[in-house]
């Protein structure tokens, strides 16, 4: 998922987070679940299926930003 971080006066940071869905879903509660947003080259976003290191599916997502 792309998104802006508007947090910082004057500034707007690029962010990209990794994230599982269902399909054909809402995108809230229990369909969704979104891993750290990122907003540096070469750091990662780990999103778990489920929320949860136990589910052992995961998705991780490395930007370059530029």
């Given at each position: 998922m792309f998104n802006y971080n508007t947090?910082?006066?004057?500034k707007v940071i690029p962010q990209?987070?990794?994230?599982?869905?269902k399909t054909d879903a809402p995108k809230?509660?229990?369909?969704?679940?979104?891993?750290?947003?990122?907003d540096q080259s070469g750091e990662s976003?780990?999103?778990w299926y489920g929320g949860s290191s136990q589910s052992d599916?995961?998705?991780t997502v490395t930007p370059t930003f530029g």
């Open positions: 947090a910082i006066a004057d990209v987070t990794a994230c599982w869905w809230a509660g229990k369909n969704v679940y979104y891993g750290n947003a990122v976003s780990v999103c599916s995961k998705i």
